[in-house]
């Protein structure tokens, strides 16, 4: 890797806690690996991956205040949850702070917490890799999930979004309009059945 690479992660481990920082690593390698299982570029895949939470850390008064100085829209969800606001920052900071210029890239940082209609391999390789890399607790169906992000990248998105309004239900916390659409489209998208 270039040293300008060494460099953004000498960045982004000031921007964030140690634990926060060992997830952030799992992420990026676990985005190399989908990457080079689906043929994709794997430099790309460990920027995005390096950089999806890079606003996760900014305690969340000062996340609504850094999107209202930045003219990010907040939606009443937002406003309630102010954590879902790190995707969107996060994707801002790349382009402004960290001086990413691929919408590739920063697609796959602003729709990692969400999903989102239509994502592109990168983006489903960021939103996968953040929930099943290594250093991940081991939420239920992990291990099926983990088998199931190298064999059929759609099947695996569909159900980690499945798991995971199951999982937000469970804990009463209101679902995001994002995380519902997006469940709605694979569902519909790949032709299932259930519920
Ligand atoms: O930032 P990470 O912890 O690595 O992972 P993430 O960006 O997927 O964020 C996970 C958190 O986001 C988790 O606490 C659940 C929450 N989340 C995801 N979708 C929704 C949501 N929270 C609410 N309230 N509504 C959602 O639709
Ligand atoms: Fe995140
Ligand atoms: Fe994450």
């Known amino acids: 890797m270039e040293s300008n690479f060494q ?13 926060r920082y060992e997830h952030t690593l799992g992420v990026m390698y676990t985005s190399a690996a989908l990457a080079m299982c689906y043929g994709s570029d794997t430099e790309e895949a460990m920027t995005a991956g390096l950089l999806h ?19 990010l829209d907040i939606s ?5 949850n102010p954590s879902l606001l790190h995707a969107k920052l996060g994707a801002y900071l790349a ?10 890239i920063i697609n796959a940082i602003s729709s990692h917490t969400t999903g989102r209609p239509g994502m592109s391999l990168l ?9 099943m890399e290594p250093g991940r607790v081991e939420l239920p169906n992990m291990k099926e999930v983990r088998k199931l ?47």
Not at 76 to 80: I, K, M, P
Not at 95 to 104: H, L, N
Not at 123 to 130: L, W
């Open 149 to 195: 992000a190298f064999h059929d990248i759609d099947e695996c998105l569909y159900r980690i979004l499945k798991d995971s309004l199951v999982y937000l239900a469970s804990k009463k916390l209101p679902i995001d309009p994002m995380t519902q659409k997006t469940y709605n489209y694979y569902k519909e998208n790949l032709g299932k059945q259930e519920e």
């Open 123 to 131: 983006e489903k390789i960021v939103y996968i890799a953040d929930y």
């Open 7 to 19: 460099e953004l992660k000498k960045m982004i481990q000031e921007e964030l806690d140690k634990e």
């Open 76 to 80: 009443d969800v937002e406003y309630a």
């Open 53 to 71: 939470d890079c606003a996760k850390c900014i305690p969340n008064a000062k996340k609504i205040k850094k999107c209202e100085q930045y003219h």
């Open 95 to 104: 382009v402004q702070k960290y001086q990413v210029k691929s919408e590739e």
